[in-house]
């Protein structure tokens, strides 16, 4: 139990254009859901943390204008990185809880974004 | 301050040799602690989590993790390891009241020699 999925897995666009990521808890109701980005050997950043029908809380340094997160309903979340560049090419996760009642984060399998 | 420091970037060991990751924490509440997986280009998988009673904790493919109060560490070992075991490890603490946000290490990478 407790499946987390991503989509898509991998994806490429130009710079300047707008990607959506979504995040999708299968079996479970993501009462929080978490954004993390992953630069190649280095370990996850968290940059914001959503609950469902509220505003993202976004982590220090990371731009909400730039990274757009929705979490509309309990089971999607998405986060749309808007004008693209290369420098947001990354490998981002997304994670939810609220399964099971131990606020464990349950982690999806990661979405590569590479900006051309 | 909280934090999750993994003092080993990267460790080789034979095939079929034993392994131990370590990791120490400093965390301010009762830690709620995790070693999570993370093979190439995937997401992270749990191999195990602790928060309370034996503090031996058994986990998936074999992995088992000791919790000591005393010394801030909960290391992971495994018996005998297996090439399929080659890939990043990451120790994690969170609070184990709340929803909120996990501090990660650094990661482990660990090489398999045939």
């Known amino acids: 139990g407790a499946v987390v999925s991503q989509h898509p897995s991998w994806v490429i666009c130009k710079s300047g254009t707008s990607v959506k990521i979504e995040c999708r808890s299968l079996d479970f109701q993501a009462t929080t859901m978490f954004w993390y980005r992953q630069f190649p050997k280095q370990s996850l950043m968290l940059m914001a943390t959503s609950n469902e029908g509220s505003k993202a809380t976004y982590e220090q340094g990371v731009e909400k204008d730039k990274f757009l997160i929705n979490h509309a309903s309990l089971t999607l979340s998405t986060l749309t990185v808007t004008s693209a560049h290369p420098e947001d090419s990354s490998f981002y996760i997304c994670s939810g809880t609220g399964a099971g009642g131990s606020h464990e984060q349950y982690f999806g399998p990661g979405t590569r974004l590479t900006v051309t | 301050a909280q934090s999750v420091t993994q003092p080993d970037i990267h460790i080789t060991v034979s095939e079929g040799a034993s392994l131990e990751l370590r990791c120490n924490y400093s965390y301010g509440a009762t830690p709620y602690l995790f070693w999570y997986v993370q093979s190439p280009g995937q997401g992270l998988q749990l191999l195990l989590k602790?928060?309370?009673?034996?503090?031996l904790v058994q986990g998936i493919k074999g992995f088992e993790a000791e919790f000591k109060r005393s010394q801030s560490s909960f290391n992971l070992r495994k018996p005998s390891v297996h090439w399929s075991d080659a890939a990043e490890y990451f120790c994690?603490?969170?609070?184990?009241?709340?929803?909120?946000?996990?501090?990660f290490g650094s990661g482990t990478r660990l090489s398999i020699r045939p």
């Open positions: 994690a603490v969170g609070p184990y009241s709340s929803a909120s946000k996990i501090i």
């Open positions: 602790y928060f309370s009673g034996d503090t």
